[in-house]
């Protein structure tokens, strides 16, 4: 016999909730035994005043969970529950406190992060009309799972327009678009997993570096001269792959000139095992010259995979990138790949179809070049002139970064401990070196200075904090 | 000496541009030889009759691509550039016939799939009234790279809800966002990656088949009885991490009972080493019962690890998932991802913050239940109007899809194709079965049967197509 306790004064507790719970607990606390009957539901309501409907909902819910179990004409019987196992003898463990995030306000900070866009002069109204033009006009493919790869027609778009700015040569079909430059280096990476050795730009981009570690790949870094990764190093150490940054080696900023373009691609087609990953993260930026052609428009024996990310063109926060792949290689990854869904925002990727379309997109790059040149400008303006002599700027005009060396007898450990004082988010090269070969020299540190964030009337005082910072 | 050739006619055609492309490709067919000197600007201008400012773009356009180099005082030097080695004679590959992708229209199709939500009803209004919050009060934060797990908020947000709806116990800290439930369980299992056996249920999802037999797990499917997976088999086959959709089997749609729940979570505690993966993936969704609480919830030992989405109480194309971990497998993950971002498009995920906390996402589920249980009752009624004795529907009211036997003599095979001919998009439970173990009876069919798309007006012509496709 189950004893039930209703408490019909408070409102927010729902009478068949109530029922629910009660009978749960005696089930589970095994205050009542398996196949017993329970009250039929006309006797329960008429003992607890309360009605038929309310016990209905509670048995109901109870059959559903499978707690009771039902005969026809004879009634509701408790079910056979098999005894909890219980190792904790509390039943909980706490948080882990190690495990709790921390918070900083970032509150007075000044940021010479590379990782950023400048958002203050992105055309959000543009982007919302756009937007909407996109939801009326597919509101069926937003309700569905898009192409494994992306929508097609975006691909389409993609594929245009990089043939036009970077010479990639490629058909829609070679297009898979992704949520970042990761995920896509993974699925790509998972296709060539046998025997496969790696070789990155050292210093080079760790976000891809720590992806390949993941997959438990063996990972050769390798050092770079003034034309970009050496080539008798990628040809003493024979990777497969070789992962490199050639319109703006990150974090260098070295532009890859055509005669080791011309090196890498006989280096591949000595074998039609190998690959180069011409990664363009953030190609769309020069300043004073002419978009630099893409490795891959060179490739004539779809050896190079290009990969290329809307997060510095337009925000981070899009989670737009796309990666193309020679035709082998595609064949290979729809038969992988063929019940994957693509993971980018359907919203946004429309969105950007049509940004494109409209011509927005390149206006957009145009004047943020302009901007982005302008700011560059000053803030190295303001370093020669704090630092004097003991600054070394390698002054690329590309992208939105540049790499600067200081003379000075602080170590990166102080460094930082002191940019946290001040208030100001920098980088160190330390970050982007993956073995000893690469070394600074003794007395100077190299900072990895991105200019996208930093508002133009914040420059001066970055620059100050910068020089309490190193001095 | 290089003869160069100007078109002045076509103002398309920019001159600098002119005069650099016909000193690249006399660089690049070697018909001039390393080291030659060029004529100095003011010459060339002279003799092309061009501004000199022409000229000088051009060379700085070769300069930055290498093809060039200067000597201080002395002019400008054609670059040493290793010659091409050609493999293919063309130089050009046709992009493969078997690769192009084909496009079927969809004109005239009604579709019972399982894999849609309904867009009609979905509040878009609101949706853009809480994107432009977002996007006024996170300017900064869409500028930025996100914390690798997702924004804080958002995982406080999502971890509020599901203790409110689904019983789950978890800190804002143990929420991994991503870009769908595949990524993260590719996340999840790179760290249970060695010696892992992994089951999953037969028939069950075959996306998360796809996962894992990709990243070339050993995997066990498990049959189920009508509580759901057998027990048995389980501990026979001894894996050490079971993949299960006890809130709504998928394609079954069995609601695994209290019994069953309860051996399982004794079956994972007698090693800790064994993880319960449960994939909640559309439980918001229950007619004529409350929610079934969560098997995570009753989780004592840390050993369940729940996944959830957005993409049937939203839609699939905003691409928000989440996993919560045990907090042990939380400090791994963040050892191995710390340099991860996370994939999820940061403007939906800010956007669904709001949504959530304005009260507006469990308005819009309460009026899709009970949009759905129209459908779903209209269509069950159709189709026991239509086939009568020759079909057995599975009736559990829950989720959005049923699976339906018939009997029939077609094999699946005919079924396709008909289904083709007469333009009904159907999946038959073939897709998601995983060994021979799985068998219908010789004289029946199994269907898994969607009504999220289906508008109520076409159930009946839906369902006398499949009366033609069966029959």
């Known amino acids: 016999m189950i004893f039930i306790n209703i408490d019909k004064t408070d409102p927010s507790k729902h009478i068949y909730q109530q029922i629910y719970k009660e009978f749960k607990n005696s089930i589970l606390e095994r205050k009542v035994a398996e196949n017993e009957k329970l009250p039929s539901k ?20 109870l059959l559903a969970e499978g707690y009771i179990y039902t005969i026809e004409r004879k009634g509701y019987f408790v079910e056979k529950i098999t005894e909890f196992i219980d190792q904790h003898e509390t039943g909980a463990i706490n948080f882990p406190s190690d495990l709790k995030e921390k918070f900083q306000s970032k509150e007075g900070w000044l940021s010479l992060s590379h990782m950023t866009s400048d958002i203050s002069m992105f055309p959000f109204k543009k982007w919302l009309m756009y937007q909407n033009q996109a939801i ?71 976000r891809i570096h720590a992806v390949l570690k993941s997959m438990k790949f063996e990972v050769v870094p390798i050092s770079l001269d003034k034309k970009g990764v050496d080539i008798k190093e990628i040809e003493s150490s024979s990777p497969n792959i070789l992962f490199i940054t050639p319109s703006h080696q990150f974090p260098t900023g070295t532009i890859m000139p055509i005669s080791r373009r011309i090196e890498l691609l006989n280096w591949a087609s000595h074998s039609n095992k190998r690959y180069i990953v011409e990664d363009d993260y953030d190609s769309e930026f020069k300043y004073g010259t002419d978009n630099i052609p893409s490795l891959q428009s060179m490739d004539r024996n779809h050896q190079v995979i290009y990969t290329g990310t809307f997060s510095k063109s337009l925000l981070p926060s899009f989670r737009i990138s796309y990666i193309v792949l020679p035709p082998d290689l595609l064949r290979t990854y729809k038969q992988y790949y063929s019940n994957w869904i693509q993971g980018s ?15 927005d997109y390149e206006r957009h790059v145009k004047r943020m070049t302009l901007h982005y040149e302008m700011k560059r400008k000053m803030l190295i303006k303001q370093l020669l002139t704090t630092f004097k002599d003991d600054i070394h700027i390698k002054d690329v005009p590309a992208g939105l970064h540049f790499l600067a060396h ?66």
Chains 1, 2 share one sequence.
Request: hydrophobic share 35%; charged share 25%.
């Open 42 to 61: 006309r006797n329960l309501a008429d003992q607890l005043k309360v009605s038929i409907n309310s016990v209905s909902n509670a048995y109901g819910q």
């Open 136 to 206: 009326k006009n597919h509101k069926q493919e937003l309700s569905e799972i898009s192409s494994p790869q992306g929508p097609y027609i975006v691909r389409k778009t993609i594929s245009r327009m990089i043939a036009f700015t970077r010479g990639v040569k490629c058909e829609p079909e070679q297009i898979i678009i992704g949520g970042g430059t990761q995920p896509l280096v993974r699925q790509l990476m998972s296709l060539l997993k046998e025997n496969a050795k790696v070789a990155i730009e050292n210093p080079g981009y760790s």
């Open 345 to 359: 925002n359907l919203f946004s990727l429309l969105t950007l179809h049509y940004f494109i379309e409209g011509g």
């Open 406 to 471: 200081f003379k000075t007898s602080q170590k990166y450990d102080d460094i930082n401990e002191r940019a946290n004082r001040e208030k100001l988010e920098i980088y160190s090269i330390e970050r982007f070196t993956f073995d000893s070969k690469y070394k600074d020299d003794e007395n100077s540190i190299s900072l990895v200075i991105g200019f996208a964030t930093i508002k133009t009337e914040e420059i001066r005082e970055a620059v100050y904090r910068l020089y309490r910072i190193i001095k």
